[in-house]
């Protein structure tokens, strides 16, 4: 395995710059996890929901499962700084999760389905992580380029809903829901998992490399990110806790449409392929724009960019809610989709660029136990919200507000500082 890891490794120093592989890795488990836990899992709501009598309520309960794994996601962060650890986690993970994915074909009752997809692929996914692992290894891996970097690495977020969410949508329609399961947890492995193996490294320095592919002889421009701060400093300034309500306001609106969009438009009177049309030109919208935001996170300052990004999103959040036309549904999915995909991106970037690379995968694992927490409630909250009467409109101008508010937070962050400063 030594003799093979060199030899990639030498093809990536002289034919281009290998943090390229790094960001394709962080594309393909981005898109296969954003795809199977958020972008499809709104087309089985009904069809399942209909055969095994489970409820909105009760499938809006699947993303709490999500809280078991708040044990395990400092340690992986660690991990992420550890040199090989990155290659362990989502290699595993991905197996397990893929494996986890098919077993929901057997689902009878609502409880397996909890067990199954609810904490078996919960616990997997938080190795696969697109929010921990993908943003840590991109930011050690780029310093000039981390923008544009950013923004490919996360388009995979946005793939699974233009891949995985149709692939979803028409398995259901062509085999069921059962073996709708199977594909998923098949595309998982096989696009996941030896990529992963293959080609992830800690970072540059592993193979005598430096960010962004300069040579030890160049010179590094100290001013693009401040020194890097360790964890126990970075919980103690007051931007890291800005930061993390930043993010978290964000997540919240940003998963509670993921998760309910489809079957809002379903409850307006359209069928699931119409669904499947705006879920994907969202995603597609999403994907496209993270070009914009990793080029204009590179050129402007990061707090005006994150505001840009936020409270566009909350505002196309509200669109929705009257529309009822199929051309007003697709030109909400694009507008939304185009702002909300920023999200990754810009808070991918704004984390390294307040913090630093050194730590970064053990100040991320401090992170996600709270975005894994906003992440599990929201979804619930809104169904919980959701009446025959008044069907999405309360949570969907409830969490819209909360992209405002978290994109006014954004201009109330001071700019980066070094940690002795």
Known sequence: MRALDNRLEKIGNRWFFYGWLIVISSFLSSMINSGTGSYALGFYIIPMGEELNISRTQFSIIPIFKLVTLPLLPYLGTLLDKKHGARAIVSIGSLFGGLALAS????????????????????????????????????????????????????????????IAPVAGISIFLLGWRASWIVLGIMTIISVVPISILFLRRSPEDINLLPDGRQRTNSINHEIEVDSWNLFQAIQNFQFWILLIIQSLGLSGLVLVLFHEVAFIQDKGFDIKTATMVATSL????????????????????????????????????????????????????????????????????????????????????????????????????????????????PFIIFGTCWVIGGLFALALGKPRNPLA
Not at 116 to 133: D, E, H, K, N, P
Not at 290 to 303: A, N, P, Q, V, Y
Not at 343 to 351: D, K
Request: aromatic letters at 12%; charged letters at 10%.
């Open 104 to 163: 929901v074909y057997f689902v009878q009752n609502v409880w397996m389905f909890f067990l199954t997809y609810g904490i078996l692929y919960s616990i997997a996914t938080s190795a696969m992580g697109s929010q921990l692992v993908g943003p840590t290894l991109i930011a050690k891996w780029f310093m000039q380029m981390r923008g544009r970097a950013m923004a490919l690495g996360t388009m995979g977020i946005s793939a699974g809903g233009v891949i």
């Open 283 to 394: 995603a597609l919208s999403a994907m496209m724009s993270k070009l914009l935001f990793g080029f204009l996170s590179e050129k402007i300052d990061t707090r005006i960019v994150l505001a840009l990004c936020f409270i566009p999103a909350g505002i196309t959040t509200y669109m929705i809610i009257p529309t009822n036309s199929i051309l007003g549904l697709l030109i909400w999915g694009i507008c939304h989709g185009f702002f909300m995909g920023g999200f990754p991106t810009t808070t991918g970037y704004a984390v390294p660029q307040y913090f630093g690379r050194k730590h970064l995968g053990s100040i991320r694992g401090a992170i996600s136990p709270v975005t894994v927490i906003i992440s599990a409630i929201s979804p619930l909250v809104g169904g919980i919200l959701w009446s025959e009467e008044s069907s999405y409109t309360g």
